[in-house]
């Protein structure tokens, strides 16, 4: 398969959590290496704020699956770091049996049907964040999402058991549903890399003034960010598309979905074929908004586009 962003953490760069930098080597040294993201974290916000030591107060389980160990965060997160990352109306969920298990069999499914996913997800992806809005919260869950200022950890609720946006709903939690979730953010993880380590946008070129492109499917949703789209966002959801509709159809070649998985992948599917289709044209009218390589890397999507 063709891809667009790199799939490898290149070595020496600011994401590589083995290079030689004061912090991560005292990290590293302590023992303390789930708490690497937050020292990167620090770099990115340079707030002041130390999210690796408040990182510290966190507990975790080591999910293992096909020689890989993800981080289970546990505990209660600091109010300074829920505040950076949008998850002050959220509290870690309880780690029980049943989480575990529907964590473990989704992580499975990508390694073992989506192999091309597990490798990205293994490279982007150290932290699990499973979360619960809190009682008071008065807001609807969010499913799944992942914050450029904190690499290599992922947000999902119980809801990405059950809901494959933007709008294939399932009466059934599945695994294979939370699996596309976890892919999902760690195609977001691994394009926020790419960005912040290569120049793709135009000099100049900033969300606040940019282009707004018109996102008809999400003009249900009532907030107006998620119905006009800025153009690095579009280029993050085109990249994110391509990915998961290979998903959709591996799944749907299959013949080991219930009923309602395959009714579900399906018009996912068939909703994503023309979304995407549309957000690479747009993306095209739009070239002078990134560079040269922001174009080669436009190239790569549309021949991503034109093989679906």
Not at 47 to 68: F, I, K, Q, W
Not at 102 to 108: G, I, K, N, Q, V
Not at 251 to 278: H, I, K, S, W
Request: proline share 4%.
């Amino acid at each position: 398969m063709h891809t667009t962003i790199a799939t490898r953490v290149e070595a020496g760069t600011f994401f590589d959590l083995g290079r030689q930098d004061p912090a991560l080597i005292r990290l590293r040294e302590d023992g303390a290496e789930r708490a690497l993201p937050f020292a990167l974290m620090e770099h990115l916000v340079k707030s002041g704020t130390p999210y690796a030591e408040h990182s510290r107060s966190l507990g975790s389980d080591t999910v293992n699956v096909a020689g890989t160990a993800f981080d289970w965060f546990d505990g209660t997160l600091h109010e300074q770091l829920a505040r950076e990352i949008n998850l002050g109306n959220y509290d870690i969920a309880e780690h029980t049996v049943a989480r575990r298990t529907a964590l473990t069999r989704a992580l499975e499914r990508l390694a073992s049907v989506h192999p091309d996913g597990f490798a990205r997800v293994r490279e982007f992806v150290r932290g699990l964040l499973w979360v619960s809005l809190k009682p008071d919260a008065g807001i609807s869950s969010l499913t799944s999402s992942s914050d450029p200022a904190l690499p290599y950890v992922i947000v999902f609720s119980g809801k990405a058991q059950l809901h494959i946006p933007p709008n294939t709903v399932s009466t059934e939690p599945s695994p294979r549903f939370l699996a596309e979730n976890i892919l999902h953010e760690g195609v977001h993880q691994s394009v926020s890399f790419h960005v912040l380590t290569h120049q793709v946008f135009a000099d100049g070129y900033s969300s606040q003034t940019s282009p707004k492109i018109e996102i008809a499917w999400r003009a249900s949703q009532g907030v107006e960010r998620n119905q006009f789209w800025e153009v690095d966002r579009t280029f993050h959801a085109t990249c994110v598309y391509n990915q998961l509709l290979r998903f959709r159809r591996t799944e749907l070649d299959r013949d080991d979905l219930t009923a309602n998985e395959r009714a579900c992948f399906q018009a996912a599917y068939d909703e994503g074929m023309p979304a995407v289709r549309y957000l690479m044209g747009q993306l095209e009218l739009l070239g002078e908004h990134f560079t040269a390589h922001g174009r080669e890397l436009l190239a790569g999507l549309r021949h991503q586009t034109d093989e679906l």
